[in-house]
């Protein structure tokens, strides 16, 4: 019992009809298939990183030009590109096999649920930790599923104990794809970066393991900031064990292949300061909206310390704007709080109206700021500000989605913006600080009037928090009164 991921059927997908099928990869192709049907979102944002990686590996395009050219699908020649890999894609059986260690490994096999980043690991399990979670789901997994968790679980492996590598972009790193219409061949192909095609020797399973225990690094190639190990890298040490019915255990050792230097396409980076080394972003737990913009969909003008995934600047070039998917694993270190996946545009503008669009951002980052403060009478310290800060950026998001089409359409939004900012944060205040108030304290009541009173007033530009507004929106702060002569 094994299971080619070249040759064999193996990845379930939808069809345009609303039909399911299961596919080999050359068949991404097929003009009818429109997306991976995994039975878990993070296995199918991983399955679209495979299927770029596989044509990544096999027959990515040399130029621009030559993307352009090439992107009406090709399945017949997909198909030929990728046979050669065939024998290096093995999961089961003698030699190298997919994303496994280069020897057999010796020792106690955990369950195959392992492969899941929110199942509990040994010590939680142990210790009867697991709240957020998750164990003894599957005593087994079918060879296609077992396949695909592997690769999410190389491609986003979490921090796990002493020596148990993260991914070459830290655990549960933020994924940004392109996504226009027209299927799953073009989305696929609008995201895969230029190159040249590699060769199965080039797979780390395919050379004997770097281990990492003394320190060793693996480096991208020279002159490069990544190759095709970004897409099959190999932080951790496994091997699966199967029988007649699927995989039934996976053992793990430590000290698998540690990563430096490597930019992954697929994901954006930043740096803690100029000229700092570029460190892969991970999304925030809860939702991803419009201010989690910058430096993942916005470009931030002028600044080196955000940059956006190099899948999202190379359709910027070729094609415009188009939405894009960010997906990611929300990790408390070890622990996974939240699986992100959502939508947002990738803004097509000129460099002047990306500065406005970063100066919207910056201005509701301050505005929620302000009003944090001003419900300090109202809320409880910790989550609860949080949360109605958060609720801030929902209500205000469909306003700032208007105020980007004004931007696109060459018209200055700041004022309109202020103002829908101001009429938000006034209106959540008082839902929260009217009701009952003629129940309060005196002192109570007191509060809140001067709470509410110098939220108006920042949002007039006024004090110290009115400054910080004022400034990220760019406008021109109101002029001090004067004081009476004497």
Not at 26 to 42: F, G, H, K, L, S
Not at 93 to 104: A, H, K, S, T
Not at 330 to 347: E, G, H, T
Not at 418 to 439: M, S
Request: hydrophobic content about 45%; glycine content about 10%.
């Amino acid at each position: 019992m094994s299971l080619n991921l070249i040759v064999d059927p193996w990845i379930p997908v939808r069809c345009a009809d609303g039909s399911r099928q299961v596919i080999a990869p050359w068949q991404m192709a097929e003009a009818e298939i429109v997306a991976p049907d995994w039975p878990r979102p993070d296995l199918n944002i991983a399955c679209l990183e495979l299927l770029i990686g596989l044509v990544f590996m096999a027959d990515p395009p040399a130029s621009d030009s030559d993307w352009r050219a090439r992107l009406a699908p090709d399945p017949a020649r997909l198909r030929a590109r990728l046979e050669p890999f065939a024998p290096a894609f093995n999961l089961l059986g003698e030699g190298p096999l997919f994303l496994q260690d280069f020897e057999p490994l010796v020792g106690e096999a955990n369950p195959p649920d392992m492969l899941f980043i929110d199942s509990a690991g040994a010590n939680t399990a142990r210790n009867n930790a697991d709240v957020m979670v998750h164990r003894d789901r599957y005593d087994r997994l079918d060879l296609p599923l077992a396949a695909m968790a592997l690769y999410t679980f190389q491609a986003f492996a979490p921090s796990g104990g002493a020596g148990n590598r993260t991914s070459m972009r830290g655990g549960g790193p933020l994924v940004t794809l392109v996504d226009p219409e027209g299927g799953l061949w073009r989305r696929v192909w609008a995201n895969m970066p230029c190159g040249a095609p590699s060769a199965p020797a080039n797979l780390p399973w395919m050379r004997p393991t770097r281990v990492s225990d003394k320190g060793l690094e693996v480096l991208p190639p020279d002159g490069q900031l990544f190759g095709v190990e970004a897409f099959f890298g190999m932080p951790r040490r496994l091997r699966l064990h199967a029988d007649a019915a699927g995989v039934t255990g996976v053992i793990q050792k430590p000290w698998g292949t540690n990563y430096a230097g490597w930019v992954h396409p697929l994901s954006p980076y930043y740096r803690m300061k100029q000229g700092a080394e570029l460190l892969p972003k991970h999304p925030r737990a809860g939702r991803f909206g419009y201010r989690n913009w910058q430096g993942v969909v916005a470009d931030v003008p002028g600044s080196d310390l955000s940059q956006r995934a190099r899948c999202l600047e190379d359709y910027r070039q070729r094609g415009g704007e188009v939405q894009v998917i960010v997906a990611g694993w929300a990790m408390d270190n070890m622990k996974p709080r939240d699986f992100i996946l959502s939508q947002a545009p990738l803004p097509d503008l000129t460099v002047e109206e990306a500065v406005a669009l970063n100066a919207l951002i910056l201005g509701a980052e301050a505005a929620g700021v302000a009003l944090r403060g001003a419900l300090e009478p109202v809320l409880a310290a910790g989550e609860a500000h949080e949360a109605e800060r958060e609720a801030f950026f929902i209500a205000t998001e469909a306003r700032f989605l208007a105020h980007l089409d004004t931007l696109r359409a060459g018209g200055d939004p700041r004022a309109d913006w202020l103002a829908d900012l101001r009429n938000q944060a006034l209106a959540q205040f008082d839902a929260l600080a009217v009701p009952g108030i003629d129940q309060r304290e005196t002192d109570q009541i007191a509060r809140l009037v001067n709470a509410r009173k110098f939220l108006g007033l920042a949002f007039a530009g006024h004090g110290k928090q009115g400054k910080t507004l004022f400034e990220a929106l760019g406008l021109t702060l109101p002029e001090k009164k004067k004081g009476k002569s004497a």
